[in-house]
């Protein structure tokens, strides 16, 4: 029999599984606590830290601890035991103790613990002084759990029982603790990260003080490093998968109101006095502002300007750099297509219509009769019209329809030049296009300033006034050039700029809508977005009833350079008569397209002109140009360049492959996610979809990222490491308490809990670190078969 030999061994270090109930370990003293499987260690300063271990031996250099059993090693920094070596741990500080409380739905309200939230009848939170209570229906009073109210006698009644049913009190306002991103218009969830994303905004990766990764999607928990070529995170010999961020929340300003009433810094933050005389936003609340004008420091500290700290005792921390104040427009959830929008702490939600709908609850659920949601962590209960969560249960709610939006574009009108979003463009003296930095903008008349949205330009005194309200105006910038080699037209040679569609004009050249795959109207003038239909008799773009006004297209750029894109081909449809390409007497291409061969033997259809169908069954380049399946490129020079991006997938009800409820793929591709979340069409069935998530590969190939190319698989397996496990209580059972998530397999590990190997049927490695796939036995750090 072949033997397969394990390439690379990783020694990872396992978590273990989550138990049902999930209790913090109180340290000594009883007033700091530790998450659910740490040790309370004894830090340098005399707190209390938390060593992510359960058992774990505390080292002695009041820093690090080691698993039990292991011995530590400061001289090494390791963890020994024997022959067996691993690196230490780090500590994190231990978290005071709070009175937990019962959190209302919508989180903005609280009742003590061992009471119920109850509506009152002014539609705010009220709370039962009993656990699990009865809300009467007079929305003031309530009755014990099992009890009946009987709102005609004001009792409570069970069976032969009666007692006298109690009033609700109005239940308390929730001071919602956050991180503060840089800038002060973005915050994160607490005990997490802010860090930026690709499109400059901030994100929140799910660990505190967690390291950014240089993607500016994924990041790693403190003492990490990124290995952003094999997407882990790393430490010494540990590796672990590293995390995506999510987007973080934009932050209501409008609570902090600074001296004056002209200036407003955000939730959470204190307004501190800058040398300038304006109003600066310090990230704290209840901040001290430092008599520099510049810094300032947490609440409790005093600043310590000739240090350049911030002290509290034998507490030393770096003082924080204050933000200038600013008016703040709040900011509104985008809906995925970006036409329609929902408020701010609403989530959008697809109605039965198709349109989108808007859900009164932050990240909420979406339930499937179309109509409904429910509270994040609630299940919906369709049958009973309810929202369960365990024993809980709670009414679901009905969504609204959601807003249509004016979609802001940061291409500005010629469609060569470019501005950052959330700017607008402006024309300079020059006639070349400038950017001033507030979206919506006023451009001033003299072509150099401009003014923020409701504001009118003072060109006489130099400023900005909204009645008696005056700002200084701001310098415009000068607009970057769009780097148009993205969306080549068919035929290869006109371009349009990146995210616009190239669409034919009645000169027969080709003009450049600004959307991404865009719905060229038939006057050969107009385009609309995305799935909306041209009505050309109205001079307008609808998608059922929603209406928006259509665009005027651009002209396409020559190309000058002398490479393009290979182009995906997709899959060749059913004869239908029209006026087409005809690959044989049962399949098509559309016109300007051309037939070629894939890999699955079906036709497809490339999107050029007289193309040349390259070797791999999969791609293609433009007439005069040669494949070079090594390098994933069409080149007609030396200087090639990367193929292109799959496309998103289809809404329900355009193709036969189906992604999930709403999303489709067409007959012989495969679902494959795309690194924004959404669903992607590979050209090929039963592919292998890439980490990059951008490309793919044939069924039984692996996909090589740092070479950009498709592998032939081998009998070369690396062993497992048991991951995190999830608590979802009814997948894989462990032991009465514990559960790993489904096709995973239950091994003990090093701790003597539960860890779950995201394997089924795997077979658990003595080490009680590893694991390998089923049929495969360890043997000496390598899964052999």
């Known amino acids: 029999m072949k033997t397969a030999v394990l390439a690379g061994v990783l020694l990872v270090l396992v978590h273990a599984a989550y138990s049902q109930e999930v209790k913090n370990v109180i340290c000594p003293g009883s007033a700091s606590q530790c998450p659910d499987g740490n040790t309370c260690c004894k830090l340098a300063s005399g707190e209390w830290g938390c060593c992510p271990i359960p058992n774990a031996v505390c080292c002695s250099d009041h820093t690090h601890c080691c698993p039990n059993g292991y011995t530590c090693d400061t001289s090494q920094g390791t963890c020994t035991k024997g022959d067996m070596t691993l690196p230490w741990e780090t500590k994190n500080v231990a978290q005071p103790i709070k009175v937990e409380a019962v959190i209302c739905p919508g989180g903005t309200s609280q009742c003590p613990t061992g009471t119920t939230c109850c509506k009152l009848a002014s539609g705010a939170w009220g709370c039962c002084p009993f656990p699990r209570a009865v809300c009467c229906s007079d929305h003031t009073h309530c009755c014990q759990r099992g009890y009946i109210c009987n709102v005609a006698q004001g009792t409570c009644t069970k069976g032969a029982l009666t007692l006298p049913w109690e009033t609700k009190n109005v239940a308390r306002p929730i001071e919602v603790e956050a991180v ?89 933050t204190t307004c501190c006095k800058l040398a300038s005389g304006a109003w600066g936003c310090c990230p704290f609340p209840k901040a001290v ?17 000739a240090q350049g700290t911030c002290t509290k005792g034998a507490l030393t921390l770096p003082w924080e750099t204050k933000n200038v ?72 709610e009905t969504k609204n329809v959601a807003r249509p939006i004016e979609v802001e574009a940061v291409i500005c009108p010629g469609g060569t030049s470019q501005c950052p979003t959330g700017t607008t463009c402006c024309k300079l003296a020059s006639g070349a296009w400038g950017c001033c930095p507030f979206p919506k903008a006023v451009c001033c008349s003299d072509h150099t300033h401009c003014c923020q949205r409701g504001y009118i330009c003072n060109v006489a005194q130099g400023t ?117 390409v005809v690959c044989d007497s049962s399949y098509q291409c559309p016109d300007g397209n051309t ?28 007439n005069g140009y040669t494949c070079d399946v090594s390098a994933g490129t069409c080149s007609k020079s030396s200087a090639p360049i990367p193929w292109v991006l799959k496309n998103l997938a289809l809404p329900d009800g355009f193709g036969d492959v189906q992604c999930d409820s709403t999303h489709q793929c067409p007959t012989g591709n495969t679902c494959c996610k795309l690194a924004s979340g959404q669903w992607g069409c590979c050209p090929l069935p039963k592919a292998t979809c890439c980490s990059d998530q951008q490309h793919c590969c044939p069924q039984d190939t ?52 539960w860890g779950c190997c995201p394997l089924p049927k795997a077979s658990c490695c003595a080490d009680m670190l590893h694991c390998c796939p089923n049929g495969y036995n360890c043997v000496s750090g390598q899964c052999q078969k």
């Not at 520099?292 to 609440?299: G, R």
């Not at 409790?300 to 300007?305: L, R, S």
């Not at 709908?357 to 009973?384: L, W």
């Not at 600004?514 to 001079?539: E, L, M, R, W």
């Open 325 to 396: 104040a600013r008016p703040i427009e709040v900011e509104a959830v985008i809906c995925p297509g970006g036409t329609s929008q929902c408020p701010t702490g609403t989530t959008c939600c697809k109605l039965a219509s198709g349109a989108w709908g808007c859900c009164p609850f932050p990240r909420a659920v979406c339930c499937s009769d179309h109509t409904h949601c429910c509270q994040n962590g609630y299940i919906c209960n369709v049958a009973q019209g309810t929202c369960t969560k365990g024993a809980l249960t709670l009414p679901w």
């Open 289 to 305: 502002c430092c008599s520099d004008h510049t810094h300032c420091c947490q609440n409790g500290y005093i600043c310590n300007v």
């Open 464 to 580: 900005c006034t909204k009645g008696a309200l005056t700002l200084p105006w701001a310098s415009k910038s000068v607009a970057r050039p769009i780097e148009v080699e993205a969306v080549i037209c068919p035929g290869g040679t006109s371009q349009c700029p990146t995210g616009t569609t190239c669409c034919k004009l009645a000169s027969g050249a080709w003009g450049c809508c600004p959307f991404p795959k865009a719905v060229c109207c038939s006057d050969h003038t107009h385009c609309c977005q995305n799935g909306y239909i041209c009505n050309v008799a109205q001079g307008t773009c609808t998608k059922g009833a929603l209406t928006l006004p259509w665009e005027t297209k651009n002209v396409a750029q020559p190309i000058k350079a002398e490479i393009v894109p290979w182009s995906s081909k997709t899959l060749a449809f059913t004869t239908t008569g029209v006026d087409s």
């Open 702 to 753: 692996t996909c090589d990222i740092s070479e950009g190319k498709c592998n032939k698989k081998d009998e070369v397996l690396t062993w497992t490491t048991e991951s995190l496990a999830l608590l979802t209580l009814g997948n894989i059972k462990c032991d009465d308490t514990h559960y790993c998530p489904e096709g995973n397999t239950c091994c003990k590990i090093l701790t003597g809990t």
């Open 180 to 268: 503060i991103c840089p800038g002060g218009t973005s915050q994160c969830p607490t005990g997490t990260t802010c860090c930026k994303l690709a499109s400059g905004a901030w994100g929140c990766c799910p660990f505190p003080r967690a390291v950014c990764c240089s993607d500016h999607t994924h990041c790693c928990q403190r003492g990490y490093i990124c290995n952003v070529a094999q997407g882990t995170c790393t430490k010494g010999a540990l590796t672990l998968p590293w995390e995506t961020k999510n987007v973080a929340r934009p932050i209501e300003v409008e609570a902090v109101i600074c001296p004056g009433g002209t200036s407003q810094c955000p939730t959470g």
């Open 595 to 622: 037939c070629c061969k894939l890999a699955s033997g079906q036709w497809g259809c490339c999107p050029q002109v007289k193309a040349v169908c390259c070797s791999d069954g999969i791609h293609c380049c433009p």
